[in-house]
């Protein structure tokens, strides 16, 4: 028996964003929309925490932290505000959340819920913390998930690193 | 878009693997690249510690890595262009790092996206989950689809 039959859910699973509403996150809707197979049904989570928050409020959304059904709500909007920029991408998407922490183990958490075939989020889960926070929400999801994660990157971040010295370079050099 | 999909490919289940979680999510017919990296002798030497500093038959050595990886992206390739992928095989040396490598024949080819498999023969899961953990900010700046050895059921 091969793999396709032993796991015939796997590709139906929906796509699960990890949404935090920074432009990170929003840049991976646009991103999976471009490289995956058109129609995919999909999840946006947004994760959050009473007082650490743990995700951009949508715009004009004001409340306070500490209450914990202001923060869920909040939260909500986030998640409805990703799942209407995936809509936008080609996605058949709706929203939900979740209170966890840390992050990644509410990203894996509800991977695993939903038999998700992909989880997609930026390679930092967070604005504002960047220098701090790099990678940690995206290096603790792909290692502690089996399931298949795309990682999207800021496209200015070529910007900052120097050009490669040397490179085996084929025969097809300008 | 044709940019191509640029597979970090090492022969292993792992790298398998990825070839066909990419076929079943990625947007395809598309150009791909299967990608093999050779590390030489005398680098894996010095980072297992060895105190070797010449090595008699170095080049021959070096030359046997070529071929092999050689033959890994070639059977890569083939594994690619049967799921409907337009690939082609390519090999690489890592001088520094094999994620340094990754990210420069990315960059060479404008890779539209790189697929690498999470658990391979321990150097591309190493450099891709090290670099996400450690330099993907600085270093990747393309998106990576990680797959599983082992998807979940």
């Known amino acids: 028996m091969n793999m396709t039959t032993r796991f015939p859910n796997r590709v139906r699973g929906p796509i699960l964003f990890a949404y935090d509403g920074s432009d990170l996150a929003k840049l991976a809707i646009d991103e999976a929309g471009q490289q995956l197979a058109a129609g995919r049904t999909a999840l946006v989570l947004t994760v959050w925490q009473p007082f650490d928050v743990g995700f951009v409020p949508a715009a004009e959304v004001r409340f306070d932290a500490a209450q914990v059904s202001d923060v869920q709500r909040a939260a909500e909007q986030t998640a409805a505000e990703g799942a209407s920029l995936a809509q936008a991408a080609g996605f058949d998407a709706r929203g939900t959340v979740i209170e966890a922490a840390p992050t990644w183990k509410g990203i894996v958490d509800v991977a695993d819920e939903h038999d998700a075939s992909l989880i997609v989020l930026g390679s930092h889960g967070r604005t504002g913390l960047a220098g701090v926070l790099i990678g940690s929400v995206a290096e603790a999801v792909a290692a502690h998930s089996r399931r298949s994660v795309l990682i999207a990157h800021r496209p200015d971040s070529q910007d900052r690193t120097s050009r490669p010295v040397s490179l085996e370079t084929g025969n097809d050099s300008p | ?153």
């Open chain 2, 1 to 153: 878009m044709d940019k191509p999909v640029l597979f970090c490919y090492d022969g292993s289940e792992g790298s398998r693997a990825a070839l066909s979680v990419a076929v079943e999510l990625v947007m395809h017919p598309a150009d791909a690249v299967v990608l093999a990296v050779w590390t030489p002798v005398a680098i894996q030497l010095a980072r297992g510690g060895s105190l070797l500093v010449d090595v008699p038959n170095e080049g021959e050595l070096d030359e046997s890595e070529i071929a092999a990886a050689q033959r890994i992206a070639d059977e890569g390739a083939a594994g690619a262009r049967r799921r409907g992928y337009n690939a082609s095989a390519r090999i690489a040396e890592a001088t520094e790092s094999v994620a340094k490598t990754i990210r420069d024949v990315a960059r060479e080819i404008d890779a539209r996206l790189i697929v690498c498999g999470q658990r391979g023969r321990g150097a591309f899961a190493t450099a891709i989950l090290g670099s996400v953990s450690h330099q993907l900010s600085a270093h990747a700046e393309r998106p990576v689809l990680i797959a599983p050895q082992h998807p979940a059921a």
